[in-house]
């Protein structure tokens, strides 16, 4: 379970990396794994501090720390 996490929170970086800030809403739909993974995927890269997020309005945005 950790490896995958491990590999889903690095695909979300190089996401983050290429395309700059973008929604929860649309991480979801770019990152091809189950909604839980992503997730934890994301609170893995929080916690070391590597992303941040930003509410406006409704709309959660992830981006590099």
């Known amino acids: 379970m950790e ?9 979300i970086w190089k996401l983050l990396n290429a395309s700059g800030p973008i929604s ?6 770019e990152i091809d794994a189950p909604r ?3 997730m934890q995927g ?11 997020f930003e509410t406006e309005g409704r709309t959660k945005r992830v981006t590099l720390s």
Do not use: N
């Not at 490896?3 to 695909?11: C, R």
């Not at 929860?24 to 739909?29: I, V, W, Y």
């Not at 994301?42 to 941040?52: F, N, S, V, Y």
């Open 36 to 38: 839980d993974t992503v």
């Open 3 to 11: 490896t995958d996490i491990g590999t889903v929170a690095g695909l």
């Open 42 to 52: 994301l609170g893995w890269l929080a916690r070391e501090g590597k992303i941040q």
């Open 24 to 29: 929860m809403t649309q991480l979801l739909k």
